[in-house]
């Protein structure tokens, strides 16, 4: 990473996890195994956006049809890497230290259990007023439900308020589930195999001007080298945005 630039940088990296359970079948494995890999894997590379000077970075850990249509055994699992994984990293000195604001979107609130909820709710509360770095992740999230969501409570605006709304993309953008998370510059997606693509409208609202990085590399592979490769070829590359 010495040899990286410092300009150019983007300021916002979201990560498309994908190939946990792909993984841990090749290997034999329990599917959750996958899980708990990839769960190190975003721990590591965390660390490495931390020491490259990204100050946001976003990872979707789970949708809702991870978390409803997945077995059982399955979805506990991953609940218990969940609860393991954010506790160690709630109680992580280098949170306060580089004053790293804690976010998660999603519907986690509806489908995570109490002692998980509490250790998110903690993390939340004890990080609100950083601003120096950004650690988001998206929980029990679809981009399609951030929309609806926005379009629902838009709605409610109106009819609370019985008189003309404005509907620019401000209000747009202040009511989806996803309002506190800015555009993204970076999105790099794992485990394609072939077949690169977004995913149940990964974040929209925010993803309209983003660049993308494709692998095939499962996530449990994903290791600080390609992560680092990722931002080099980022950094050579020259955005337009419509001009």
């Known amino acids: 990473m010495s040899n990286l630039s410092k300009e150019n940088l983007p300021f916002h990296v979201a990560i498309i996890p994908d190939g946990n359970r792909r993984w841990a079948k090749k290997r034999g494995l329990e599917p959750w195994k996958g899980h708990e890999a990839g769960a190190k894997i975003i721990e590591n590379i965390s660390q490495q956006a931390l020491d490259m000077g990204i100050r946001c970075v976003t990872f979707w850990g789970s949708s809702m049809d991870n978390l409803t249509k997945r077995p059982m055994q399955e979805k506990l699992a991953l609940l218990d890497i969940y609860e393991r994984y954010f506790n160690k990293l709630m109680e992580d000195p280098k949170i306060q230290e580089n004053k790293i604001r804690i976010r998660i979107v999603g519907r986690w609130r509806e489908q995570f259990p109490g002692k998980l909820k509490g250790i998110l709710e903690d993390g939340i509360k004890k990080t609100a007023d950083h601003s120096n770095n950004f650690l988001n992740f998206l929980l029990a999230y679809d981009g399609s439900d951030d929309i609806l969501e926005a379009t629902k409570r838009i709605v409610e605006l109106v009819s609370e308020k019985k008189e003309r709304v404005k509907i620019d993309e401000k209000l747009i953008s202040d009511n989806l589930l996803s309002n506190q998370l800015?555009?993204?510059?970076?999105?790099?997606?794992?485990?394609?195999?072939?077949?690169?693509?977004?995913?149940?409208?990964?974040?929209?609202?925010?993803?309209?001007?983003?660049?993308?990085?494709?692998?095939?590399?499962?996530?449990?592979?994903?290791?600080?080298?390609?992560?680092?490769?990722?931002?080099?070829?980022?950094?050579?590359?020259?955005r337009r945005l419509g001009k």
């Open 182 to 238: 800015p555009s993204v510059d970076l999105i790099i997606r794992t485990g394609t195999e072939g077949d690169p693509h977004n995913s149940a409208g990964f974040l929209m609202w925010q993803t309209r001007n983003s660049q993308y990085y494709f692998t095939d590399k499962l996530f449990p592979d994903f290791d600080a080298e390609e992560f680092a490769s990722s931002i080099k070829d980022y950094q050579k590359r020259n």
